[in-house]
Structure formats: structure tokens, C-alpha cells
């Protein structure tokens, strides 16, 4: 016979069984149970009351004996009779077995689960292992579960879902709060960052405000001093100097010349370097250049290509001083000064100065020149030449076709030794010749060497090998210097000619000798002569003529032999007007200063002005 246990709660009958009514542990109201459910102590819900079942708990008959016995009920109480048929010492075997199993399900399912004690006493874990029991010993009795398994296996389905909920929560719960720790973790680490950013920053902030004042230092000392480098495309060595339109980059040791573009410079210093070469369009960034100084460098005819300078259309003054160029490079007709001294410049063709015809200033001192390497018409373009440096270079004589514009001629330190006639005579505006360091003897000039040039004032022919003052001296000479010769005399009327009159006549270092200078020596420079060295000579006392010297503001005869003063020599007898003499030097002579009576200096009006100390001896004589 099959039945549910809906008929069994409801009923309370089963055929062949008697019935018990036991009280909920929950107090809730009896629910008949087949006469087998008093083996157990159960708090079990009915059908009706399933889905809100609180707990169902079994335990052995004992327990149900042991409380009977508590609360003082008989061995002849119904419970008792029961527990003594055989079929409750069946079910009580049955139920130890169920209860040991029961037990083994729950540690399994602790471990499995990870639950604590009291996880067991759930009202879940209660109900099933009632139903697991109730269900064993229905299977044994019947041996039909019917809808009890159902209801079985629909529990376990519901208590794996429950816990599979509940481990979800806790799984969520936990992900919370491990996220909300992670959160917590990332927050203080991107604080602990924007800190150390905010650090990092200020630190930044505070190194670039001092690099900045820094730099804005050194800007103002830059603009102070030099100009702006922003418009160079190749920097220039840190030593070069700018400012001012000017470009100095002396004696630094630049070996190529760097690409400058900027429009404001107008001076370029570039001496004293290892140039050996000047691209060709090196200076066309600077086409406002008026001043280039390239001296002392490596430079030759290869380093210059042809228009590097021809481009520079405002170019005045250019210095190529010691280098090593054979040939006058190309030039801009802007030019006014080119200096080209200590180069090897051998020789100067009629196109050598093409187009220069402003050009007032030519230096080409130390070369290889001599008057066969000059062409007759080389210094034709030369327009407007004024100043013309020929000095240290191997001519004997003087060009011929210089400039009629030459105003200054120097060719000191060659190896002159004859002026010839006519050679300056187209030279009608020179001032001013320098012959010295040369071979020049008394009879080296013609006369009509100089004789019709009638601005020629001052004439230097020291450190010659002249013996006597050359004649036929220019007319309106002023200034002649003779000294470091072997002059003896000065001939008769040599001065006369000279119109307005000398000014100023050196013949120191010399041979002189008081023969030598006569009354009629110094003729036609009495009014006009200013100057008149004649120390370190051969003389022995003061040339008497001294006194008709109207202007005569300095006489040196220094370094003689003089041993006397005479009185009539400096001042004239009788003299009521003072002498125009300013300083007179009789040092390092042989005077007895004791000697030299009051009335032979006494024209001269500040005595500060003689110097007579030291002298070889003082004895006094």
C-alpha cells in the first residue's frame, strides 16, 4: 500500500499503525504523525505549513525516555510502552544508524563548506536531516518514497541555491571590501603621487625660476657687452667679443672662419688665428661690413676666392697683415685702406688695383717688392692715394708713376741708394718722405730730385751714410731729420734757399765738430729754426752762432765732449731781453759746473730748464 505524507500529517492514519500526536518544539499546533514518528523528539512543520518549516530535530528514543523521565512520567506512559515494542528497537537501531550517517554528512559537510558548529544548526541543515530520516525508514517499511523524495530533492535543490546565494554574498561582500581596501590602497597611492608630483613640480618651479633669473643675468651682462647671438646660423667661439657693431674674435685660435649672417655688424676682428682658407661666400651674410681685419693668419692666394671681398660693396678698411698672399686679391671699389704689410707680395701689375679709385690709404710694407716688379702704370687707378707704405722691401731706388695725390711716401729699411731726377716730380702734393734705414751718400741725389716739389715739409734720411747735409733740399722744407749718419759739417748756404725757413733740424748721433758749424751753416734758418738737436756729436764747447737764433726753443748738446760754457755762446753781451729757450740739455759732457760763470746763462728766464747734472767729471780746472 502506497501513501503520501500529506495523508499522514493530515490524517494521522496509517492501516495497522495507532496514532500519536506530539507537540511542535516551536509550540505550534500537534500535527498527527504515523505511530512510528514518536521514536523521534520532532519539531517538523506540516504540509501545509512546509515552505515556513523552522526546524525539525531527531535524537535517539533515549533522549525522549530521558525527558520523560524529567518530567516525571511512568514506565507505563504510552511513550514507554512504545519504546518497548520491537518495532521501536528496530527503529531506534535504525536511528543511530541514520544519526551516525547523519553526523558523517554533517562533518563532510563542514569541510566542504568551511562553516562553523553552528552553520549544523541552521533550520535548513535541521529539516533536511529529518527528511533524510523519515525517508530511509519509509523506503525500508514501504519501500516507496513517493513524493517525499520529490520534496527531497527539491530541498536539496533549494539549499544548494541558498548556499550557492550565500556564497555569492559573502564572495560579493568580500570582493567589496578587498575593491574597497584596493580603492582605499590606489587613493592614498595616487595622493602619496600628486604629493611627490606636487614636490617634484614646486622643486622644478623653484629650479627653473633660478635657471631663468640666471639666465636673465647673463642675458643683461650679455647685452651689456656683446650683442645678440640669435641671428648667427654657426656660433662663434665663446672668446669672441660682440658689441657695438663689432665682431672681435682676436688671437683665439679660430681655425675656420663660421657663417654669420646679420646686417648690423660693420667691423669683423680676425687676427691672430689659423685661417687657412675663407669660404666663398664666408662674408655674404655681413654685406654691410666696413672694416675687415684678417691679420696674422695661414691665409694665401688659394684661400681667397676671387669675389669674396669684391661682394662686400661697403667695405672701407681691410687689413691682411701677416699671411702669406704673392698677389693683390680682387677689391671692392668701396675701399679707402688696405694694408697688406708682412705677405710675399713680389710683384704689382697695372690690374693689381683695378677700380680702387677710392682707395686713400696703401700699406705694403715687408714683401718682395723692387722697382723692377712694379709696373709703370700699377698705381694709375689709384686715384685719390694718399698714403703710400713701402717700407721693408728690396728697392734701390723710387718707383717711378706714383700717384699725383700722394701726399705721405714711406720707404724706410730698403736698400735706396740714389735719388733720381724727376722721379717725384708729377708728385706734386707730397708732404712728407721718409728715406731712412736706407745706402743714401751726399752724392746719391740729383738736383732736380726734389728741388720743384712745393709741398714736400718734412724729409727723413737718418740712418744713412751720409757725411755732409745733402744739397738742393726741397724750398719749403720744414723739417729735416739727419740723425745716425756720419755727418762732419754742414756746407755753406745748404739752408739758405729755404723759404719760409726750417723748423726743425736733427743731426744728432753724428760726427759734428765746431769747424763743422759755421756762422754761415745754419743761414737762412736763424728766424724760422724752433728745434735743434746736435747731441751725441764730437764737439767741444757750445757752437758760438747759438745765440742769433731769433726762436730756438730747445738745443740739445747733450752727450759731447764739451768742457767749457763761453759767454757769449748762449746769451749776447749786453742782452736786456730774454732768451726764447726753453730747455737746454749739457748733460753727460765734460763741464766743470763751478766753473760756468752767472752771465753765460743768465738770458734764459726759467734756469729749471738747463740741465747741466750729471756730467763725466767735475774736477775742477
Known amino acids: 500500500m502506497s501513501f503520501s505524507f500529506s495523508d499522514v500529517c493530515a490524517n494521522g492514519l496509517v492501516p495497522g499503525r495507532s496514532m500519536l500526536r506530539v507537540r511542535s518544539t516551536l509550540d505550534e499546533p500537534a500535527c498527527p504523525l504515523p505511530c512510528f514518528a514518536p521514536v523521534f523528539r520532532i519539531s517538523l512543520i506540516c504540509p501545509s505549513q512546509v515552505l515556513q518549516a523552522l526546524a525539525l530535530e531527531a535524537d535517539y528514543p533515549n533522549a525522549l525516555v530521558e525527558r520523560d523521565s524529567e518530567n516525571g512520567t511512568d514506565s507505563d506512559s504510552p511513550a514507554n510502552a512504545i519504546s518497548n515494542t520491537p518495532a521501536a528497537e528496530t527503529a531506534m537501531v535504525e536511528s543511530s544508524e541514520i544519526s551516525k550517517g547523519k553526523s558523517a554528512d554533517e562533518s563532510l559537510r563542514k569541510t566542504h563548506s568551511g562553516g562553523t558548529a553552528a552553520d549544523t544548526e541552521t533550520p535548513m ?131 675656420h672662419l663660421p657663417i654669420i649672417t646679420d646686417l648690423s655688424i660693420t667691423i669683423l676682428e680676425l687676427s691672430g ?56 686679391p680682387r677689391l671692392p671699389p668701396s675701399l679707402e685702406e688696405l694694408r697688406i704689410n708682412d705677405n710675399k707680395i713680389n710683384q704689382l701689375l697695372s690690374q693689381s688695383f683695378k677700380g680702387l679709385s677710392n682707395l686713400l690709404v696703401l700699406e705694403l710694407t715687408g714683401n718682395i717688392l723692387y722697382e723692377g716688379s712694379v709696373e709703370l702704370w700699377a698705381f694709375r687707378p689709384l686715384k685719390v692715394l694718399k698714403h703710400l707704405k713701402l717700407d721693408n722691401n728690396r728697392f734701390s731706388s723710387i718707383p717711378n708713376g706714383l700717384p699725383r695725390s700722394l701726399e705721405d711716401l714711406r720707404m724706410s729699411h730698403n736698400q735706396i741708394v740714389e735719388v733720381q731726377d724727376h722721379v717725384l716730380n708729377k708728385s706734386v702734393h707730397l708732404r712728407v718722405l721718409d728715406l731712412s734705414h736706407n745706402l743714401l751718400r751726399e752724392n746719391s741725389f740729383y738736383p732736380g730730385a726734389w728741388i720743384n716739389l712745393p709741398k714736400l715739409e718734412a724729409l727723413d734720411m737718418s740712418h744713412n751714410q751720409l757725411s755732409v747735409v745733402p744739397p738742393y733740399l726741397p724750398r719749403v722744407l720744414r723739417q729735416l731729420s739727419l740723425q745716425h749718419n756720419h755727418i762732419r759739417a754742414i756746407p755753406h748756404y745748404t739752408l739758405s734757399h729755404l723759404r719760409p725757413g726750417l723748423q726743425s733740424l736733427r743731426l744728432s748721433h753724428n760726427q759734428l765738430v765746431e769747424e763743422g758749424l759755421l756762422g754761415k751753416s745754419f743761414r ?36 759731447n765732449r764739451i768742457t767749457s760754457v763761453p759767454v757769449k755762446s748762449v746769451c749776447k753781451v749786453r742782452m736786456t731781453e730774454s732768451s726764447p729757450l726753453v730747455a737746454l740739455h749739457l748733460e753727460n759732457n765734460h763741464i766743470n759746473v763751478k766753473k760756468i760763470r752767472r752771465t753765460a746763462l743768465s738770458c734764459i728766464r726759467d734756469r729749471h730748464g738747463v740741465i747741466l747734472e750729471p756730467q763725466t767729471t767735475n774736477e775742477i780746472q
Not at 675663407?278 to 695661414?298: A, F, Q
Not at 736763424?526 to 737764433?549: A, G, M, Q
Open 273 to 328: 688665428n689659423n685661417l687657412t682658407r675663407l669660404p666663398p661666400r664666408g662674408l655674404s651674410g655681413l654685406p654691410n661690413l666696413e672694416e675687415v681685419d684678417l691679420s696674422r693668419n695661414l691665409l694665401d692666394d688659394s684661400s681667397i676666392s676671387p669675389n669674396l671681398f669684391v661682394n662686400l660693396t661697403k667695405l672701407k678698411r681691410l687689413t691682411l697683415d701677416g699671411n702669406d698672399l704673392v698677389t693683390i
Open 524 to 559: 737762412g734758418a736763424y728766424k724760422t729754426l724752433v728745434e735743434l738737436l746736435l747731441d751725441n756729436n764730437w764737439l767741444e764747447s757750445v757752437p758760438e752762432n747759438i745765440r742769433h737764433f731769433k726762436h730756438l726753443q730747445l738745443l740739445r748738446l747733450d752727450h
Open 125 to 255: 541543515g535541521r529539516t533536511l536531516a529529518v527528511w533524510v530520516e523519515l525517508a530511509s525508514v519509509l523506503a525500508r517499511r514501504s519501500g516507496a518514497t513517493g513524493r517525499l523524495n520529490t520534496i527531497l530533492n527539491e530541498l536539496r535543490e533549494e539549499k544548494k541555491r541558498l548556499l550557492g546565494l550565500e556564497s555569492e554574498s559573502d564572495e560579493q561582500v568580500k570582493k567589496k571590501e578587498d575593491d574597497d581596501d584596493d580603492d582605499e590602497e590606489e587613493e592614498d597611492e595616487e595622493e602619496e603621487e600628486e604629493e611627490e608630483e606636487e614636490e617634484e613640480e614646486e622643486e622644478e618651479e623653484g629650479e627653473e625660476e633660478g635657471q631663468e633669473e640666471e639666465e636673465e643675468e647673463e642675458n643683461e651682462a650679455a647685452n651689456n657687452s656683446t650683442a645678440s647671438r640669435d641671428s648667427f646660423t654657426d656660433l662663434l667661439p665663446e672668446e669672441c667679443q660682440l658689441g657695438g657693431g663689432r665682431i672681435s674674435c682676436k688671437d683665439i685660435g679660430m681655425s
